[in-house]
């Protein structure tokens, strides 16, 4: 099941063209259009704010070097997000060869809990507590999750992208739906006690 990614700006195909021909005044304007969307992006996958900073800015760079490559049959939005998300994915898998050895030494680092971009403050409250709860999981099952749940890849797409095949990619969906539905239920319970 294939779910849609769906933006809500609008980007000017003349703004694109200054930016391939690296014009910083268009390059500044194309930043400023997609930094909500891109760090809504980043900060899913990162550990804390100035990760998912670092995250968009590479995506960012990234996406101005293969804008070239960019064909207009795809809206500039879609084209974006999955240059940004091709760039956390490979970045989680130099990441995850690191925490490897760093993990042979007894090295683990800390998560610092995220701001998200979202209008009210229960939806705050809400966003955070999710994602503390995806955070939680263990990290390839986190990744496949946010790959699939919020960013509509299919199972074969997560696969490659990872290395994996699309049944074990079907069992980390099916792990983190297990383990976030008994970790809210023992919040439900917490709560009402």
């Known amino acids: 099941m294939s779910h849609p990614v769906v933006f809500d700006m609008e980007i000017d195909l003349d703004l694109l ?10 390059v500044h304007q194309l930043y400023k259009s997609c930094f909500s969307k891109l760090m809504q992006i980043a900060m899913r996958y990162a550990n804390d704010k100035e990760e998912a ?7 960012f760079v990234r996406i101005i070097y ?8 795809l809206p500039f939005p879609q084209w974006m997000h999955r240059v940004a998300v091709n760039v956390i994915i490979d970045r989680f898998r130099v ?7 760093q993990q042979q030494a007894g090295d683990y680092s800390k998560h ?6 979202t209008n009210s403050i229960e939806d705050q409250i809400g966003y ?31 696969g490659e ?9 079907k069992w980390h969906v099916n792990q983190a739906r297990n383990l976030l539905q008994a970790m809210l ?9």
């Open 17 to 26: 063209q200054a930016c391939i021909k690296n014009e910083q005044a268009a």
């Open 128 to 158: 955070n507590y999710l994602l503390e709860l995806i955070r939680s999981l263990p990290p390839m099952t986190a990744h496949v999750f946010n790959l699939f749940a919020v960013d509509g890849f299919k199972h074969r797409e997560i």
């Open 112 to 117: 610092e809990q995220l701001e998200p971009h």
């Open 66 to 73: 293969q804008l070239p490559k960019y064909n207009s049959s």
């Open 53 to 59: 900073t670092e995250l968009l800015n590479i995506a």
């Open 95 to 101: 990441e995850k060869r690191y925490r490897s050895l």
């Open 185 to 193: 239920s023992d919040t439900k319970i917490y709560r009402n006690a």
């Open 161 to 169: 992208m990872l290395g994996i095949s699309e049944n074990t990619s």
